[in-house]
């Protein structure tokens, strides 16, 4: 399985909703990466999970929650968003990382719409 | 401070033609470099890379990519354009071996490649 799998892959929500991300790998990877992509924008990266624990965190809004349960699963916990947080939002996952000669897999994204 | 330069948002190529996609990189020290493609719609696709050795790196789908250190360059190339390569393209620069947590992926700004009939 060389696949990033992600789930929902639109999500249209209101501002007090409360709404969640799936993101899971079955490569054995240990390095876990949300980013969040508008339209031909290049990806920002939000957070890395490095063997489970929380390494990056991009100073984004608490708005945004993230959630490793294990190492082949990443949640991303949505509440109280805002319309500019439309966008694509990328996992992405590297052997070991971050950084150095990682390549990243990424999966095909999350499309979420904020009302 | 740490960059990479994609010169032109977009390049137009008709089919069957050479096809050339800038990057340009400011990374102090030996950085890894790379190519992705996103097609539309889809997630990122890593192309290619250059860790260190031959200058010249053959990667997916007919793509190679050249370091050029004294420019500080890895031009994205392709000997005969198809219809199907249209995507955007990042180059991407990762500082080096050694940085641990702050040792990050820097993205360009991204090129649309356009390749006509």
């Known amino acids: 399985d060389t696949e990033v799998t992600q789930t929902p892959k639109h999500l249209v929500m209101g501002m007090t909703n409360k709404k969640s991300l799936k993101c899971e790998q079955h490569?054995?990877?240990?390095?876990m990466y949300w980013y969040k992509q508008k339209a031909k924008k290049p990806p920002e990266l939000m957070f890395v999970?490095?063997?489970?624990?929380?390494?990056i965190n991009e100073s984004v809004p608490s708005r945004f929650s993230p959630e490793c349960p294990n190492s082949s699963l990443l949640n991303l916990h949505l509440h109280a968003l805002q319309p500019e947080d439309s966008a694509l939002y990328l996992c992405?996952?590297?052997?070991?990382?971050?950084?150095?000669?990682?390549?990243?897999?990424f999966g095909a994204g999350s499309r979420l719409t904020v009302l | 401070a740490q960059s990479v330069a994609q010169p032109e948002d977009q390049v137009n190529v008709a089919e069957g033609n050479p096809l050339t996609v800038k990057c340009t990189y400011s990374?102090?020290?030996?950085?890894?470099l790379f190519w992705y493609v996103q097609y539309p719609n889809r997630g990122l696709q890593f192309l290619l890379k250059?860790?260190?050795?031959?200058?010249l790196v053959k990667g997916s789908y007919g793509f190679e990519a050249e370091f050029n250190k004294s420019q500080t360059s890895f031009h994205l190339k392709k000997p005969s354009a198809l219809v199907s390569d249209s995507a955007l393209y990042f180059c991407?620069?990762?500082?080096?071996?050694?940085?641990?947590?702050?040792?990050?992926?820097?993205f360009g700004t991204g090129t649309l490649l356009a390749v006509q009939p």
């Open positions: 490569m054995g990877h240990r390095a």
């Open positions: 999970y490095s063997y489970e624990k929380l390494s």
């Open positions: 991407a620069v990762s500082p080096g071996a050694y940085g641990g947590a702050t040792n990050k992926l820097i």
């Open positions: 990374v102090s020290g030996n950085p890894y």
């Open positions: 250059y860790i260190t050795g031959d200058n």
């Open positions: 992405a996952s590297s052997l070991t990382g971050p950084g150095g000669a990682n390549v990243l897999t």
